[in-house]
């Protein structure tokens, strides 16, 4: 496949991407902040800790609107008060005792102006500064990633506060990325955005997905794990890998949807950290590997989750809940010497499986096959075969 037929392919499959999530529903106006909390450890000797993540209510991710990210949904809604906003975050910020660790998470980027307007932003950092946290992270993209921002954002913050940002990676392959995942971010940016972090004195965290769009099980396992190795060669401190679920409202969901995409197996996960977990043992004894998103709730969101069956699938989240407190690869080794189901003989045939087709390929298959789908107004100019 030539450039032009490659940028051909990408038009159409971000075409029908913003269709899919054009019939979604918006935010209610009466949800502006959710709190959750889980357990993280970091630091050394490690430790374990209480996270605080505030989702709070914006119009939405800028990129989600441009039809990128094939598997996110996480909501769009309408034009906001930022001053409404801000005064519900405030709210619950109060509650969190001082010196915790705070996330702070709106549908996207953090440091995007058109998604949170600086004013909002300088008046929730105020407020999490105030709790003095011991750690504050957040998210954000490279586009917008830049050290007039971080360095504004770190001034807010007493020194010593363990301050995290995490970059949606999803690949270290820019054409997989882009074609797969419709993330066009160039790969230097990536690297730019690692050293302007890690100059900052910030911990770089690199989101690296397992599962992406038109990749077979051998596909998606190898750029994996190259995606590990890669983004720790760039510098980036943790390398947190999510295994992807089918969501509504995506162009991944409604691949599979079609029988055209399945979710990466538990056993896959398990595989890949047995594989790399050790390349990078740090002074505590542990590795830089994290993980998320491993066992989702079913939803009207999350449709269909990385799979396993009944037997051995508590023997899989056991040992992967094991794995993210300790991250090393004998926190594995129950699931690793699970034999009482051929799920894992199942695993290891589909990473080896020849299979005569790439994923441009595949690609090609999901856009055709919404070319010819449903009503022709929405998915006129699509196709690529």
Not at 100 to 110: E, I, K, V
Not at 186 to 194: G, K, V
Not at 352 to 371: N, Q
Request: proline letters at 8%; glycine letters at 8%; aromatic letters at 8%.
């Amino acid at each position: 496949m030539n450039d032009s037929e490659k940028r051909r392919l990408r038009h159409a499959l971000v075409r029908a991407n913003i269709a899919i999530r054009a019939g979604r529903p918006l935010y209610p106006e009466y949800n502006n902040v959710f709190l959750r909390t889980y357990p993280v450890t970091f630091g050394a000797p490690r430790s374990e800790y209480q996270m605080y993540q505030f989702w709070f209510r914006t119009r939405g991710c800028t990129y989600d609107r441009a039809g990128q990210c094939s598997m996110c949904n996480y909501g769009i809604g309408p034009e906001i008060r930022p001053e409404v906003v801000a005064q519900s975050v405030e709210r619950k910020l109060a509650t969190v005792p001082e010196a915790a660790c705070l996330y702070l998470s709106p549908s996207g980027s953090l440091l995007d102006d058109r998604e949170v307007p600086a004013e909002m932003r300088e008046r929730l950092l105020r407020a999490a500064a105030a709790r003095r946290p011991a750690t504050f992270a957040f998210e954000s993209r490279p586009e917008v990633c830049d050290r007039d921002k971080l360095d504004g954002l770190r001034r807010h913050f007493a020194p010593g506060t363990r301050l995290v940002c995490q970059i949606g990676v999803e690949s270290w392959d820019p054409q997989v990325r882009s074609m797969c995942h419709l993330k066009p971010t160039r790969q230097q940016a990536y690297l730019d955005t690692a050293g302007t972090l890690l100059g900052l004195g910030f911990d770089p965290i690199a989101n690296i997905t397992l599962g992406g769009l038109g990749l077979s099980p051998g596909e998606a396992y190898r750029d994996t794990l190259a995606g590990v190795r890669g983004a720790r060669a760039a510098g980036y401190r943790t390398q947190m890998v999510f295994p992807l679920s089918a969501k509504a409202g995506t162009l991944l969901g409604w691949a599979h949807d079609q029988g055209m995409w399945e979710p990466p197996t538990l056993w896959m996960l398990v595989r890949l950290l047995a594989a790399c977990a050790d390349d990078a043992i740090g002074p505590d004894g542990y590795g830089d590997l994290d993980i998320s998103w491993f066992n989702p709730q079913l939803d009207d969101v999350v449709q269909s989750r990385p799979d396993s069956c009944e037997l051995c699938r508590p023997v899989l989240v056991e040992s992967l809940s094991a794995f993210r407190l300790h991250p090393r690869a004998d926190a594995l080794a129950p699931a690793m010497a699970w034999d009482d189901c051929p799920c894992p003989a199942r695993t290891d045939r589909l990473l080896t499986e020849p299979d005569p087709l790439g994923y441009l390929d595949r690609l090609v298959a999901v856009a055709d096959r919404w070319t010819g789908q449903g009503d022709v107004s929405d998915r006129h100019g699509l196709g690529v075969g």
